[in-house]
T-cell receptor, first 114, second 115 residues
């Protein structure tokens, strides 16, 4: 089945540690996205990528980094510079034409900083 | 920049009752509007979208929404809800028809269906 796989589903981190969240898609989509979800705040865009080896900052990129070395993979690193990293992280993908607004989401990764 | 306001953070209703989830967006020359649903501990799934044409849009699971340009609203409705509709619903807006779809999401409305 085609879809988006995020791992791990749950992750605990000590303060000061970097952590990398995995996102893999087999939908052959060009664009991929990372959103952060906090209760009562909806989803906020962290980074997005339209093509391999290219990505842009979203609204809340500080303290995060990404890479896009392969079309199907878009890992997110939460660095120690992120002051409040505890959140639910969602990865998504889409085509870049023909289906506006139709993002396909993974099931999310819940990060808790201890 | 685009923005979306969902007017209710929580909406409790009884099973088989009608429901309306409210959404207002910031005005723009061109705007594309969406409703997504999120079931517990899952990602989001597209319910319906308005791009152009008829202002009444029908989606999956019996939901529909009406685009009202003069009131800058895009409210979601269902005439009779079921227990399985319990979820969080997000309104979203975009001003881009091609390229990366950088949606701006509202804060979400948690719909709870009581038997």
């Amino acid at each position: 089945d085609g879809g988006i796989t995020q791992s791990p589903k749950y992750l605990f981190r000590k303060e000061g540690q970097n952590v990398t969240l995995s996102c893999e898609q087999n939908l052959n989509h060009d664009a991929m996205y990372w959103y952060r979800q906090d209760p009562g705040q909806g989803l906020r865009l962290i980074y997005y990528s339209q093509i391999v080896n290219d990505f842009q900052k979203g609204d809340i990129a500080e303290g995060y980094s990404v890479s896009r070395e392969k079309k199907e993979s878009f890992p997110l690193t939460v660095t120690s510079a992120q002051k409040n990293p505890t959140a639910f992280y969602l990865c998504a993908s889409s085509v870049t034409w023909g289906a506006p607004g139709e993002l396909f989401f993974g099931e999310g990764s819940r990060l808790t900083v201890l | 920049a685009q923005s979306v306001t969902q007017l209710d953070s929580q909406v409790p209703v009884f099973e088989e009752a009608p429901v309306e989830l409210r959404c207002n967006y910031s005005s723009s020359v061109s705007v594309y509007l969406f409703w997504y649903v999120q079931y517990p501990n899952q990602g989001l799934q597209l319910l319906l979208k308005y791009l152009s044409g008829s202002t009444l849009v029908k989606g999956i699971n019996g939901f529909e929404a009406e685009f009202n340009k003069s009131q800058t609203s895009f409210h979601l409705r269902k005439p009779s809800v079921h227990i399985s509709d319990t979820a969080e619903y997000f309104c979203a807006v975009s001003d881009e028809i091609q390229g990366a779809q950088k949606l701006v999401f509202g804060q979400g409305t948690r719909l709870t269906i009581n038997p």
